[in-house]
Structures are given as structure tokens and as C-alpha cells.
């Protein structure tokens, strides 16, 4: 199944904007584009059903329904049931209230281990933990390459390590991680995952039940959706880990690590995610499919086209002197989430591609341990190029002629 980038470019608002029709994008592992259906069915929420959402009278109802809806059909195509999904402010937040509810689940002497691969998000709260008697163990990432390999996982596991803490790909590295392998390794050893998908999601919505995990969080904002965090956690861990809510919803899995009110609006929105997986699905004229089936058809199709354009991009990194490519050089390993350390900062360079209408970013991303890991300066930073199936041919030529400009 081949996407049509005029039809799947029509589907974004974005790409038809006059302030933004020169610019070309590269900065989309730090938030996507969201999708028509997004936006209308945000700007649709606001105005029609902007109201306490469950009860009878009918713009209440619908507005209930819409929510509903939204993590019906998002947990149908993840492959998990409906009340393992739930939504939180941001991933960051939806990890922070996790390690909460692991803090009063965990005894002295248990073990977590988290990595140096990973974006703080799924890091700093879970070495917290180490404050109150829980060893915390690391997974560290070959210096030279941000590797990740298992088989440095294998000597820390034991029975004492209740949770491993990795990114399915990292928003530097790029990588992607063998999650289902990893899972079943720490399985076998009795402890259960907790997975950040976040760079992962936007190339594909993952089939987290196949995956195998215990926790997968992404966020929506990045996957051309609302500001909202989403957050899957398999009901056996979910109903053990005490809950976070108020007490009298604990008999309520969606509702057990979600302490704060949810954003209806962004929530009921969500839905229009589901509705792009579900219109790029129709426009391939595959036969019928469940919503898992048509998420994956999607997913593989998106890899596909980002797969093609990526090997571009990397055979001119390839061929530019000076040049440090962080992660693998083979497109099937990787996103399209593509960092580079020159010998100017990533900030200044970011700053010089926008003279060329190139919207990219620079920096350390919140991803401060692995660069110091890789013996990259925080300061000097990276700079990162990242797109997505949506990303025309056309524009991955621009970003490379732009590049010979500033390289
Ligand atoms: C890999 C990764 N994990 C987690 C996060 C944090 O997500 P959020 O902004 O939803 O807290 C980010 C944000 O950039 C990220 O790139």
C-alpha cells in the first residue's frame, strides 16, 4: 500500500496555511501538524458541546460520547482493550504520576532499572525512586554509537527488578528498539515495562498488544493530535499499582493514574487521530479490516515512505565531512528523527537554516544523558532534522541544498 502525499498533505491544515506555505518543516519530533479532523472536531468542541461532559441534556451527552470515543477507537487500533488507555496532560506528567503509584508499590531493596537512551520524561522520576530505598540500576548506551543493546540489559536483570524503564526510539539516537524482545527478556525476569513511545508513535501507531508491554505512553501533540498525553497501561499492572485518583473511581482502570481533570475538549479530539488512520486506510482500497488491522496497514505504509525519503537525507550525512550522525546510518533501523553534531552548535546551525525557510531546532532536547553519554556537550547540542510521512520529496531536497549552505 503506497500513501498518496497529495491526498495525505490535504488532510493538514498546515500545508495549505499562507504564512507557513514557504517554510518547509523539520522539527517534528518536537510536535507534529495535526490532522483536519483535529482540528475540527476541537474547534467543534468548543463551540458546540464545550460543557460538563455525561450528562443527559444533549450537547452534555455527546460531548461524553465523543470522549468515549476517542479512547475506544485509539485503544481498538493500539490493540489493547478501551479502559487500558487513558489520557494525561503530557507524557511527562503521565510518567511522574506512574512513578507515584510505583513508589507505594515497590519495598526496600526492589530494583528499577532505567537508561541513559532515554528523554528525561521517562528518566528523572523514576531515579527518584532511588531516594526511598529502591536501587535504581542503569542500561547504558554504547558511547559511540547510542546503541542500546540488549545484551548489556541481560546482567542487571534478576528477581529483585520489579521495572525496566526504556524508549521504544529515542528522540536523539533514533534508533528502534526491539521492544517486544526487551519485554519478554524482563518478563522472564519478573519485572514489568514501562515503555516511551513518544518518537516512536508519529511514524506508525504501534500495536502495543503485540509488543507485549505493560506501560506505553506517547504523546498526541506529536502525533497529530491535541496537547495531550496517552497513556496504555495493561489492566494485571494497572489494577496492582495503587491508584492515583480519587478513591471512589478506583474501580475504574482509565481513571486510576489520572489524577488531574481531564481536558474534554483535547480528549474528545483525540478522536480525529483515529479518523486519519482510519481515512488513510480507505484511500488505499485494501479490503476490509478491524481497527488493529487498519492501524497496522497504516503504520507500515508510513514507514515505508519514511523509510525511502530518510535514505536520502542519510546518504548526504553520509557524504559530508565533519559531519557526526548520531544512531544507525540504515534507514530500516531508524525514524526519521535525524541528529548531527557539527562543528557549530545545533542551536546556531537551526538558526541558519531558518534564514533558508527550514524550520528545525538545536540543542539537547531534554535528552541531556545521552549526549553527556556520547560525550556530546549539552551546550553545544545537536542539531536535529526530523519528518515525517507526510514530508514531500520536494522538501527533503530543499533541506539538503540548505544544508550544503550551512554545512
Ligand atoms: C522521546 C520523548 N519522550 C518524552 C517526551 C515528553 O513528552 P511530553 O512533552 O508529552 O511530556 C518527549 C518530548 O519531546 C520525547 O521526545
Redesign the pocket.
Known amino acids: 500500500m503506497g500513501l498518496d502525499i497529495d491526498f495525505v498533505r490535504a488532510q493538514f491544515p498546515a500545508f495549505s496555511e499562507p504564512s507557513l506555505k514557504h517554510q518547509a518543516f523539520f522539527e517534528n ?2 510536535g507534529s501538524y495535526p490532522c483536519r479532523f483535529v482540528v475540527d472536531r476541537l474547534a467543534r468542541f468548543y463551540r458546540e458541546r464545550k460543557v460538563q461532559p455525561y450528562w443527559a441534556f444533549d450537547a452534555s451527552r455527546v460531548a461524553g460520547e465523543e470522549m468515549d470515543e476517542a479512547r475506544r477507537r485509539l485503544a481498538a487500533m493500539l490493540g489493547v482493550e478501551a479502559d487500558e488507555l487513558s489520557f494525561g496532560p ?4 503521565n510518567v511522574y504520576v506512574l512513578a507515584q503509584a510505583f513508589r507505594g508499590w515497590l519495598n526496600p531493596g526492589d530494583a528499577v532499572v532505567v537508561t541513559d537512551q532515554d ?1 528525561e ?2 528518566s528523572g522520576a523514576w531515579r527518584r525512586l532511588g531516594g526511598e530505598g529502591i536501587e535504581i540500576r542503569e542500561w547504558r548506551i554504547d558511547p559511540e554509537t547510542g546503541h542500546l543493546d540488549p545484551a548489556r540489559l541481560a546482567p542487571l536483570l534478576d528477581r529483585k527488578v520489579r521495572l525496566v524503564a526504556f ?1 521504544h526510539c ?2 536523539i539516537v533514533g534508533e528502534i528498539n526491539d521492544v517486544a524482545a526487551i519485554t519478554t527478556m524482563a518478563h522472564k525476569a519478573g519485572a514489568a515495562v514501562c515503555v ?1 513511545g ?2 516512536y508513535a508519529p511514524h506508525g501507531l504501534p500495536d502495543v498488544g503485540a509488543l507485549g508491554a505493560d506501560i506505553y505512553l506517547f ?1 498526541a501533540y506529536k502525533a497529530y493530535g491535541p496537547h495531550q ?1 496517552l497513556m496504555v497501561v495493561r489492566r494485571s499492572l494497572g489494577e496492582a499499582l495503587p491508584n492515583q485518583g480519587h478513591g471512589f473511581n478506583a474501580g475504574k482502570l482509565h481513571q486510576r493514574f489520572t489524577p488531574a481533570g481531564p481536558d474534554h475538549a483535547q480528549v474528545a479530539a483525540c478522536a480525529g487521530m483515529a479518523d486519519y488512520v482510519d481515512v488513510l486506510f480507505s484511500a488505499t482500497g485494501l479490503e476490509h479490516r478491524d481497527s488493529r488491522g487498519r492501524a497496522r496497514a497504516v503504520h507500515d505504509a508510513m514507514r515505508d515512505r519514511e523509510r525511502r525519503l530518510l535514505r536520502q537525507l542519510l546518504d548526504f550525512i553520509g557524504s559530508k565531512r565533519g559531519l557526526r550522525l548520531i544512531g544507525p546510518g540504515d534507514a530500516r533501523r531508524r525514524a526519521p528523527t535525524v541528529s548531527v553534531v557539527a562543528e557549530e552548535p545545533g542551536e546556531a546551525l537551526a538558526a541558519e537554516l531558518a534564514a533558508h525557510d527550514i524550520m528545525a531546532g538545536g540543542g539537547d ?2 535528552a541531556v544523558r545521552p549526549l553527556k553519554a556520547m560525550g556530546i556537550d549539552p551546550g553545544h547540542g545537536v542539531l536535529r532534522l526530523s519528518f515525517t510521512h507526510y514530508t514531500s520529496e520536494e522538501e527533503i531536497d530543499r533541506l539538503i541544498t540548505a544544508l550544503q549552505h550551512v554545512i
Request: charged share 5%.
Open positions: 519530533a518536537g503530557s507524557t511527562t506528567a528523554h520524561a521517562n524508549p529515542s528522540n516511551d513518544v518518537s504523546s498525553g532536547f531534554y
